[in-house]
Nanobody, 123 residues
Framework: QVQLVESGGGLVQTGGSLRLSCAAS????????MGWFRQAPGKEREFVAG????????YYGDSVKGRFTISRDNAKNTVYLQMNSLKPEDTAVYYCAAENYGLGLPGGEYHYWGQGTQVTVSS
């Protein structure tokens, strides 16, 4: 089992940047693909980005391609989401999730979730 704790959310102006972190417990972090999802009020949860266990493969939702970058540091049991050129429509609670022996794809079986961190982009 793995426990996930997100951090790095906050309030930022349009065009600004934030870096989210997701720290994972457990000794088998490197076997998990990781994903970032977000959910805005009144909207369905949306896939943002995913990364394979090795870090060699990454995937992005269409709305964030070219602006967000997912990365991981297996030595630190941490996955990151660098968010640049932020827009008001990026406002949401951002969650990280873990998929054991997965690829980090949008439709993966993410069994473990963090509690979320709020990102608010002001116009």
């Amino acid at each position: 089992q793995v426990q996930l704790v997100e951090s790095g959310g906050g309030l930022v102006q349009t065009g600004g940047s934030l870096r989210l972190s997701c720290a994972a417990s457990g000794r088998t972090f490197s076997t998990y693909a990781m994903g970032w999802f977000r959910q805005a009020p009144g909207k369905e949860r949306e896939f943002v980005a995913g990364i394979s266990w090795s870090g060699r493969s990454t995937y992005y939702g269409d709305s964030v391609k070219g602006r967000f970058t997912i990365s991981r540091d297996n030595a630190k049991n941490t996955v990151y989401l660098q968010m640049n050129s932020l827009k008001p429509e990026d406002t949401a609670v951002y969650y990280c999730a873990a998929e054991n022996y997965g690829l980090g794809l949008p439709g993966g079986e993410y069994h473990y979730w963090g509690q979320g961190t709020q990102v608010t982009v002001s116009s």
